[in-house]
């Protein structure tokens, strides 16, 4: 018996990028992060830990593929936005079965970047004296 289970972590993570970037890149899917940015954003800046479910209450009914939610997601929490808590909450959604969700929060971020030339910038009022915003009235 030499045949082995192997258990490939990276290669199963590839894999779902590739199905994730596939069906984030139609333009339906743009559509969909367009308009699901600003509502994770939005329960983000609340404070309270929240789920996709809230999301989707918020965004009512979409007829595409639901997996691109996870893109924007992880885009978000790539991006430093939001970040998975330890902690999950049953989903009330009857397409997910009561299985249980990652809750969410949003971070507070110490650090933005310059819009104009990228520079790492503290993310309070001294972001206005960088030269971007002096020189160019940004
Ligand atoms: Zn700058």
């Given at each position: 018996?030499?045949?082995?289970?192997?258990?490939?972590?990276?290669?199963?993570?590839?894999?779902?990028?590739?199905?994730?970037?596939?069906?984030?890149?139609?333009?339906?899917?743009?559509?969909?992060?367009?308009?699901?940015?600003?509502?994770?954003?939005?329960?983000?800046?609340?404070?309270?830990?929240?789920?996709?479910?809230?999301?989707?209450?918020?965004?009512?009914?979409?007829?595409?593929?639901?997996?691109?939610?996870?893109?924007?997601?992880?885009?978000?929490?790539?991006?430093?936005?939001?970040?998975?808590?330890?902690?999950?909450?049953?989903?009330?959604?009857?397409?997910?079965?009561?299985?249980?969700?990652?809750?969410?929060?949003?971070?507070?971020?110490t650090t933005t970047s310059?819009?104009?030339?990228?520079?790492?910038?503290?993310?309070?009022?001294?972001?206005?004296?960088?030269?971007?915003?002096?020189?160019?009235?940004?």
């Amino acid at each position: 018996m030499t045949e082995q289970w192997s258990f490939d972590f990276d290669e199963g993570k590839r894999n779902r990028d590739h199905a994730l970037q596939a069906v984030s890149s139609t333009d339906k899917a743009q559509d969909f992060d367009d308009r699901a940015t600003p509502v994770i954003l939005h329960l983000a800046r609340t404070g309270e830990p929240f789920t996709t479910d809230d999301v989707w209450r918020i965004l009512g009914p979409y007829d595409g593929e639901r997996r691109v939610m996870g893109s924007t997601m992880r885009r978000l929490a790539t991006k430093g936005l939001i970040q998975k808590t330890m902690s999950t909450r049953k989903s009330s959604m009857p397409a997910c079965h009561a299985r249980d969700k990652a809750l969410w929060v949003g971070t507070s971020p110490t650090t933005t970047s310059c819009a104009k030339c990228g520079a790492t910038l503290p993310n309070d009022d001294r972001r206005f004296r960088h030269k971007c915003w002096t020189e160019q009235g940004l």
